[in-house]
């Protein structure tokens, strides 16, 4: 039956997780099928793909993005299915109604539920009529600095300032008062505008209640055909530096067992309320000191961070994707065990995070039991400055929160990367940061760590 629903499949995508989903794509028997870029056509995930599309220049405009390019790559192969990954058209829903159009199987949630929870203050509005936990903050879009001025005073100080549209941490920053708003207003207006292709009637911005000492806690959840959601635990993605991810474990060390079941069953109830088809991650900012939470957004795609959800269920997320967009609805049985942490390996600089693009001239990944590494690179490659500078996730299980840590220290020091900079230092640095080996740290510890330059 998935041969004949999805096979052959194309991944609409690029790096390591396009070279994921091909290993899991050939090993259910059908074949996959990459596109990529002029500047990507020595990576290994075109190599190892059972055909391979060049798409276009770097520029990700005329490659990645070009959804009538992807579409003509897709029929010109066969291709039943597309698989987007995370980034570029995965959450474009015109994108995903384009290839149902065009006969073929979208493997993601349908392009409603992409819509309703493609806006932030749309989603944050569904989710309070659901009963999901919500921030204090605006329900309409702010589109000029006096209503944002006005909106902080029926709030109260400090305030979250963030585009209503788009994600990454992009346009995000906090306010203590009226003059850091009006700086944070005309930052997330930009990128706004730039991002998120508001209309002309002025940029969509949100404006939250800012929580002091927060942590990043997710849900991963699974829609079935059948109408069901699962929740498949919950992973902390606090270690951020520009409010974007950088280190990410499971479970969750700063929330406690009631904590935790009270958000599972948020996350379900999320889904159902947009009756959602596949894999999905609620996203939630956790007050550490309260022990509560509150809705943040929902991401309906395939995570970055996904590799710990399975190392500690032993479950395929991009499998279970399959399965599902084939119409399938496979009884799970769902039972956490042990503890993971994934360390994302950039091409940066460890210290002030500045991309740092090149020639990989060694690359060595560590081995061993509970040890995985999802890579998009080998040596000999080029990591361009086109694309986000992600090289590697490198993946630890272990018994418990202590064992994992452990074996992310030998992992990383195993792992040899040269060429490019690259943040392994930064990780190691982490692993023997007291605070993170605590498991009591909240987002801004990098920050902390760099002197409040992170």
Known sequence: MLTETLGPVLIANRGEIARRIIRTVKRMGLRAIAVHSEADADLPFVREADAAVLLGPANPAQSYLDAAKVLEAARATGARAIHPGYGFLSENAAFARAVVEAGMTWIGPSPESIDRMGDKINARNL???????????????????SLALRAAE?????????????????????????????????QAARAASRFAGD???????????????????????????DGRVLALGERDCSVQRRHQKVVEESPSPGITPELRERMLAAAVRAGEAVGYLGAGTVEC????????FV??????????????????????????????????????????RGHAIEFRVYAEDPKRFFPGPGVITTWDEPVGEGVRVDSGYESGNTVTPFYDPLMAKLCVLGEDRADALAKGRKAVEAFAVAGPKNNLPFCAELLDDDEFVSGDYDTALVARMRGGRA
């Open 127 to 145: 989710m309070e009529a659901a009963g999901v936990p919500v921030a204090a903050g605006t329900r309409e879009p702010v589109t000029d600095l």
């Open 154 to 186: 029926s709030i109260g100080y400090p305030v979250m300032v963030k585009t209503a549209g788009g994600g990454g941490g992009i346009g995000m920053s906090v306010a203590h008062d009226d003059e850091a708003l009006a700086k944070a207003y005309e």
């Open 199 to 225: 209309a002309l009637d002025g940029p969509a911005v949100l404006i939250e209640r800012y929580i002091e000492r927060a942590r990043h806690v997710e849900v991963q959840i699974l829609g079935l055909p």
């Open 285 to 292: 900012l956790v007050d550490a000191d309260a022990q509560d």
């Open 295 to 336: 809705f943040l957004e929902m991401n309906t795609r395939l995570q970055v961070e996904h590799p710990v959800t399975e190392l500690v269920t032993g479950l395929d997320l991009v499998e279970l994707q399959l399965r599902v967009a084939a119409g399938e609805s496979p009884d799970l049985d769902v039972r956490p």
